[in-house]
């Protein structure tokens, strides 16, 4: 492939995950994700900053969850935005294009503590950014707080469903439908 080509940061994705899946995360180099891609080691850093962040999108999702959650009907409640915000995920980022590559790269997560870690880490980020963007749209601390975390919940638990390649489903549905569940538990007494 051409250098010039626009999509480098999927290419050099897809080129770790199949050099990882190869040759292991610890033996594998950025040099050599750089050239599997058909692009240089200065690209490669132009868009992540260490090898790890390679499989973690660069901040996109963070991203599309706050756009969503902003552009939430004024009238919707903390875990209704909250609600637009993974179905937002389910239509643009969690696609059925990607969800071979999603499975494929939790693999590769599962076997390798460091990057379980920053996976815990970028959860984290991602919590902050729906509190962040909740509060922006008016909404206390806490409750913000509390509908990050459960918005959190419901993402990892739909995703775990998602990833899973004999299932058919769509991300968006499988989070509502794990918020649901996560709102009926709270419900619970």
């Known amino acids: 492939m051409a250098r010039w080509q ?8 897809a080129a770790a995950l199949d050099l990882f899946e190869e040759h292991g ?3 594998t180099t ?5 050239e599997r891609a058909g692009l240089t080691k200065s690209t490669f850093f132009r868009y992540f900053k ?12 963070a991203g599309l ?3 969503a ?12 935005a909250v609600a637009e915000a993974l179905d937002a995920l ?6 059925v294009e990607r969800r071979e590559f999603s499975s494929r790269r939790q693999a590769v997560l ?4 460091e990057l379980r870690e920053r996976e815990a880490l970028k959860r984290i980020d991602l919590t902050t950014a729906m509190i962040e963007a909740l509060n922006h749209r008016g909404v206390p601390s806490l409750t913000a707080r509390v509908a990050a975390q459960l918005g959190t919940l419901a993402w990892q638990i739909a995703y775990d469903q998602w990833i899973d390649t004999g299932n058919s489903e769509g991300f968006g549905p499988l989070a509502r439908q794990a918020l649901a569940e996560v709102r009926a538990a709270g419900a619970v007494r």
Do not use: M, Q, W
């Not at 950025?30 to 750089?34: F, G, K, S, T």
């Not at 959650?69 to 209704?80: T, W």
């Open 6 to 13: 626009p999509d480098a940061p999927e290419r050099l994705a």
């Open 50 to 61: 260490d090898k790890r962040e390679v499989l973690f999108g660069g901040g996109t999702v």
């Open 110 to 113: 599962n076997a390798h503590t």
């Open 30 to 34: 950025v040099i050599e994700i750089a």
């Open 90 to 95: 389910g239509r643009t980022f969690f696609t």
């Open 65 to 67: 969850l706050v756009e």
């Open 25 to 27: 995360y610890e033996d």
């Open 69 to 80: 959650i902003a552009a939430a009907p004024p009238s919707a409640g903390p875990l209704d």
